[in-house]
């Protein structure tokens, strides 16, 4: 059985979403399905920064698969 890693990388919104991300969708789609549970629940780290885990991300392009 393997161990989640300690410090998981997070990323930003923009690391998530094209175009510079994998996931075609725009951020008002991104938080509406954050929103109903369809999509990975954000880490908030201050006031003005969210992020989500990586592994989470991953996870989600399997299941739509959707190559990173």
């Known amino acids: 059985m393997t161990q989640p890693p300690l410090n998981p990388r997070l990323l930003r919104l923009n690391d998530i979403l094209a175009p510079q ?3 075609p969708v ?10 109903t ?3 990975p629940v954000a ?9 989500w ?3 989470d991300i ?3 392009l ?7």
């Open 43 to 51: 880490i908030k780290i201050s006031p003005r920064v969210t992020c």
């Open 62 to 68: 399997k299941r739509f698969e959707v190559q990173p």
């Open 26 to 35: 725009s951020k008002s789609t991104w938080w509406k399905k954050v929103k």
């Open 21 to 23: 991300g994998p996931i």
């Open 53 to 55: 885990k990586e592994s």
């Open 37 to 39: 549970g369809e999509y």
């Open 58 to 60: 991953l996870d989600l």
